[in-house]
């Protein structure tokens, strides 16, 4: 019964190409967010989802495009990858945005760009 | 604009020792939250405490504790009779309630190495 679950696990990629990390929750939370952790394990959100609508965006590169179908899914599409894109990419939720409820965190993406 | 330090970089104790792992914090609001997460080695990261920054209550759940002080803008955190289990790198975290969002920053992690 995972809450926060996000594919794939690993990916592994060349530069140029466009690839995607799929995020659900299953936890009923309103708001969903998507964390990037680098090499030094410096955490940054990069982006924020209340029900589907856009919150937060970060100054993160337009390649980085969030998709939230609804509030339950919230998708990363990344085009033209390249090597700085390397990273732990981590889906969260809360309960709502407002509240500074606790984030759930799942348990990450690691991206290797060659 | 906030700032989360965690000066810390790296902390290697023997088991049974205790071990403290400093947050200072900087922030123009009068209202905010601060948080803990703790990071295993697999990766995930696991929330441990939220704290109101009115309530400057020490709090203890367990093996650990955590000592709030808000006139010196710090969040420490002390795990008592430290196990094995315990080796992760640990977050402080601070929200910023004015911002749009639930917005987290993060310090940049300690980890917390204990040897049988």
């Known amino acids: 019964d995972t809450a926060v679950s996000q594919t794939p696990k690993y990916l592994v990629t060349q530069m140029g190409n466009d690839k995607s990390i799929k995020c659900e929750q299953n936890?009923?939370?309103?708001?969903m967010y998507w964390y990037k952790q680098d090499s030094k394990k410096f955490l940054k959100i990069m982006f924020s989802?209340?029900?589907?609508?856009?919150?937060i965006n970060e100054t993160v590169p337009n390649r980085f495009s969030p998709k939230s179908p609804d509030k339950a899914h919230l998708n990363l599409h990344i085009n033209s990858l390249e090597l700085g894109d390397s990273a732990v990419y981590f889906c969260?939720?809360?309960?709502?945005?407002?509240?500074?409820?606790?984030?759930?965190f799942g348990n990450g993406t690691r991206l290797t760009v060659t | 604009a906030q700032k989360v330090t965690q000066a810390q970089t790296e902390i290697s104790v023997v088991e049974k020792e205790d071990v403290t792992l400093d947050c200072v914090y900087e922030?123009?609001?009068?209202?905010?939250?601060l948080f803990w997460y703790k990071q295993p080695p697999s990766g995930e990261l696991v929330f441990l405490i939220r704290?109101?920054?009115?309530?400057?209550q020490n709090e203890i759940s367990g093996r650990y504790s955590w000592n709030f002080q808000k006139s010196t803008s710090s969040f420490n955190f002390t795990i008592t009779a430290s196990q094995v289990v315990d080796s992760a790198v640990y977050f402080c975290?601070?929200?910023?309630?004015?911002?749009?969002?639930?917005?987290?920053?993060f310090g940049g992690g300690t980890r917390v190495l204990v040897k049988p």
């Open positions: 922030t123009r609001d009068t209202t905010y939250y």
């Open positions: 969260a939720s809360s309960r709502e945005y407002s509240d500074n409820s606790p984030l759930h």
């Open positions: 936890l009923g939370h309103d708001t």
């Open positions: 989802y209340n029900n589907k609508e856009l919150i």
């Open positions: 975290a601070l929200s910023d309630l004015k911002a749009a969002g639930n917005k987290l920053t």
């Open positions: 704290r109101n920054s009115f309530d400057e």
